[in-house]
Each structure stands twice: as C-alpha cells, then as structure tokens.
C-alpha cells in the first residue's frame, strides 16, 4: 500500500512560478508540443528504473515524488510531471524547492515531510542536494530505541537472537540498527528508493531519449 504524499499535484510555495506554471499549462505551441514528447519520452526512462510496484489498472501502489527546482525550465517539469502520472498515476507528485546557491542546502519542512512519505524519490536539482538535510533523513532512518525495542519483544522475534541479547543491551542493539543504512547486511534499510540528477537542463532528459 502507498503512502498518502499530499494531494497537491504540483508544490513550489512560490507564487511567481506557479503563475508561470498554470500559463504554460494553458498555452502551448506546437512546437513546444513536440519539444514535451522528446522531454517525457526522457524522463519516462529514467522513472521505470524505480520499478514501482503498482497494481494491473495503475490506481493504486507505491507511490512517486519527484522534487525539482526553480531553475528547472517549466515544460522540463510538466515533462517529469505528465511522464510520472503514466509510471504511478494518481500516486505522483512534483515539488519544486527554490532554486539555491550552495550545494546540499535544505529543501525545507513542507518538501522533507512529503520526502518522508514518499515509496520512490527522483531528485533532479540545479545543484547537488544528496547530502542536504532532508534527503539524509530519508536515506539513513531513524529508529528509536522504543520502536526496535517492541519489535524484539514482539511475539515474531521475542525468542530470536538470543545470543545477542545476552552479548548486548537493548539500546546497544538499538545504535547498532540505526547507523547508516548503505550497508547491504543492514536489517532496516531505507523506506524509500532515490534516484538524484544533477542538471536541470532539457539536455539531462532529451540526450538518448530515443
């Protein structure tokens, strides 16, 4: 079952944009036309390597974020916005954070609580955000000492590692558990899958779209 991201198709916060945005959506050339199919063609590719799990009729299912910036051409993300409703359907979402001068500046509350609940991430950022703040918290969780805790005395695992238990304390286990979750032997991984591009030009998604 996905998690509910937000209703809102397109987020930015920024008024300015989102004028541009709802123009664009109005008008839109011919050759414009053409110049979105190559774009969507483009960032459809990219969208399958997620793989998502969604149902025979695409209504329900893990669910896609695809957070961009303001430095991103409009139709380049009514490209990822359009090509995303095919691969997740009603369970996709754009949002597009201010464009920033640093490398791995902070998204911000509104954009890191959809991150959170996003299955699939598609990061496609000016500059460098992997290592910003919010994507950290989705790439390496948390996990409380309550919440591993119940999980060991859970019916499931109550008489399981049981020389571990001897060996270590249960906030040792706990440390242990949540540490980076990069590690392929780790027991809890990442809730979601991300994918991060860095380049907003129409290039990123239209070289080898064919």
């Known amino acids: 079952m996905s998690r509910n991201i937000e209703k809102t198709p397109v987020f930015s916060g920024n008024e300015k944009y989102d004028q541009e945005w709802q ?12 110049q979105l199919e190559k774009l969507k063609q483009g960032a459809e590719n990219v969208l399958k390597c997620f793989k998502l799990k969604r149902s025979p009729d ?11 910036d303001s430095g991103a051409d409009p139709l380049m ?23 920033t001068e640093h490398a791995a500046q902070e998204f911000g509350k509104a954009i ?4 959170k609940m996003a299955d699939a991430i598609l990061l496609i950022t000016s500059l460098s955000r992997t290592h910003a703040k919010e994507t950290g918290e989705v790439s390496h969780p948390h996990y ?8 060991l005395d859970s019916s499931a695992l ?6 571990l238990r001897k060996k270590y304390t249960t906030s040792q286990i706990v440390e242990f558990l949540s540490k980076k979750k990069l590690h392929k032997e780790s027991m809890f991984p990442s809730k979601s899958r991300i ?10 998604l239209t070289e080898g779209a064919y």
Do not use: H
Request: hydrophobic share 35%.
């Open 77 to 99: 993300i009514k490209a990822l916005w359009e090509a995303g409703r095919r691969i997740a359907g009603d369970d996709c979402r754009v949002a597009v954070a201010p464009k």
């Open 58 to 68: 695409n209504k329900s299912g893990e669910n896609l974020l695809i957070v961009t």
């Open 112 to 115: 890191g609580e959809k991150m």
């Open 195 to 204: 994918i991060s591009i860095t380049n907003t030009s129409r290039e990123i």
């Open 144 to 151: 409380s000492e309550e919440v591993i805790g119940s999980l």
């Open 158 to 163: 109550k008489y399981s590692f049981l020389e």
């Open 23 to 34: 123009r664009m959506q109005r008008e839109l050339s011919s050759e414009k036309k053409e």
